[in-house]
């Protein structure tokens, strides 16, 4: 079950005392490129996840396990991994560990890199149909047994009346079993930011058909 917080009226946390719990945010990226009205939207973003979750750990449970995308190690060799992998989402996990929150290793890093690897074959585009074919079908074998992997990490991991974070890709293919509630967490900067994305593809597909014509 997955319920949006933005739709959740004063949960109260007797309402799920006994049960599994996993809190669930975008994992979302920014770099040295990206434009500034990206950034400003990127770093609210963040402030506002933080936010949420410690409106729903005050208001349900607090978290006691982090499960965070590329991420292979548990404990401190997992928060080292996170401070290089993503600052902004490491600065909010920082801040639970210290708190007693532990850090799962919840990818198989072998998994993780294959998975990658054809994701990047697949982005440089191919000349012979019939290797983009054999190349996708190698990664869409590589995406399921990697999200399988994740999701029974955290069903093994997750213990009764626990509550986890689960940082990750918008577009996943995790499955969670049926006796975790599944929060997601999605403040508005993530709208926004949707929208500023759609947008910019219009303009670039505007641009690109002017070029054409010219």
Not at 30 to 59: C, H, M, T
Not at 105 to 110: F, G, L, T
Not at 167 to 189: L, N, Y
């Amino acid at each position: 079950m997955s319920e949006q917080l933005g739709k959740i009226e004063k949960p109260e946390a007797e309402q799920y005392k006994g049960k599994r719990k996993l809190y669930l945010v975008a994992l979302l990226f920014s770099g040295e490129s990206s434009p500034p009205e990206y950034l400003e939207k990127f770093d609210r973003y963040w402030e506002e996840v933080n936010r949420q979750l410690a409106n729903l750990e005050s208001r349900i449970s607090s978290i006691k396990r982090i499960y965070h995308e590329a991420v292979s190690m548990g404990g401190d060799e997992g928060l080292k991994i996170l401070e290089k992998l993503n600052p902004s989402s490491y600065q909010i996990i920082k801040q639970k560990c210290d708190s007693g929150a532990v850090i799962e290793a919840v990818e198989d890093k072998e998994l993780a890199a294959e998975s990658m690897d054809w994701e990047r074959f697949l982005l440089m585009g191919f000349m012979s149909q019939k290797v983009a074919n054999k190349v996708s079908e190698f990664y869409l074998d590589a995406y399921k047994r990697r999200y399988e992997h994740i999701g029974k990490t955290i069903n093994e991991t997750l213990q009764n009346e626990e509550t986890g974070l689960l940082v990750i890709r918008e577009g996943h293919s995790v499955q969670f079993p049926q006796d975790i509630e599944v929060f997601m967490v999605a403040p508005p900067a993530l709208d926004e930011i949707h929208r500023w994305q759609r947008e910019r593809i219009t303009a670039d597909e505007k641009e690109e058909k002017e070029n054409e014509r010219d």
